[in-house]
C-alpha cells in the first residue's frame, strides 16, 4: 500500500494546484507592472491599472499582494 495515503493524494492535488495558481499570478503582477508604467498607480486616472486590478481580484489574487506590487512600481518609477 506504498503511496496509497489520503495526505500524499492532497499534497500531489495541491502542487498542481499551486503551479498553476503561480503562473496565472506571474502574469497578472506583470499586467499590474506595465499598468503602473504606463498611467501611474492611481487607479481612478489610470484605466488600465484599474482593469488589470479587477482581473487580479476576479483571480483571488490577495489585496496586499495587489498594493504591494503597485508600492514597488510606483517607487522605481519616482527613482528614475
Known amino acids: 500500500m506504498a503511496g496509497h495515503s489520503k495526505w500524499s493524494n492532497t499534497k500531489h492535488r495541491k502542487n498542481i494546484q499551486d503551479t498553476k495558481r503561480s503562473k496565472i499570478f506571474c502574469k497578472l503582477i506583470k499586467e ?47 527613482k528614475k
Open 32 to 78: 499590474l507592472t506595465a499598468a503602473v508604467k504606463l498611467g501611474g498607480s492611481n487607479p481612478l486616472y489610470n484605466s488600465h491599472l484599474k482593469a488589470a486590478i479587477t482581473k487580479s481580484l476576479s483571480y483571488n489574487m490577495p489585496k496586499l499582494t495587489i498594493k504591494k506590487v503597485i508600492t514597488r512600481c510606483s517607487n522605481k518609477k519616482n
